[in-house]
Nanobody, 117 residues
Framework: VQLIESGGGMVQTGDSLTLSCTASGLIVSGYRMAWVRQAPGKEREFVAV????????IYKDSVKGRFTISRDNAKNTLFLQMNSLKFDDSAVYYC???????????WGQGTQVTVSW
């Protein structure tokens, strides 16, 4: 199984980015999928989670209204649309796949997002 993130980069405050996570060896529609980020010196935090149904998603409070998690089943890819980026959004962003409601079984290698003032 591989989860490969892409789309990170260096942007300015207020800009937008779309992250992608392409899966191989698993079918994203069969898993709970998430975007998780970790900034230097900080704990890992869940940013957004989408359920297997694809209809329900939950977000970290600080990104609600700015970030949107989605998936394209035909491309077997998970996305994170990030708008109105803030300095505090800077982090390495990982995608994760969970086979059950309590486990996160597979992780990508991460993509760096850096937001400058």
């Amino acid at each position: 199984v591989q989860l490969i993130e892409s789309g990170g980069g260096m942007v300015q405050t207020g800009d937008s980015l779309t992250l992608s996570c392409t899966a191989s060896g698993l079918i994203v529609s069969g898993y709970r999928m998430a975007w998780v980020r970790q900034a230097p010196g900080k704990e890992r935090e869940f940013v957004a989670v989408i359920r297997r149904s694809g209809r329900d998603a939950i977000y970290k409070d600080s990104v609600k209204g700015r970030f949107t998690i989605s998936r394209d089943n035909a491309k077997n890819t998970l996305f994170l649309q990030m708008n109105s980026l803030k300095f505090d959004d800077s982090a390495v962003y990982y995608c994760a796949a969970g086979a059950t409601s309590t486990s996160w079984d597979y992780w990508g290698q991460g993509t760096q997002v850096t937001v400058s003032w």
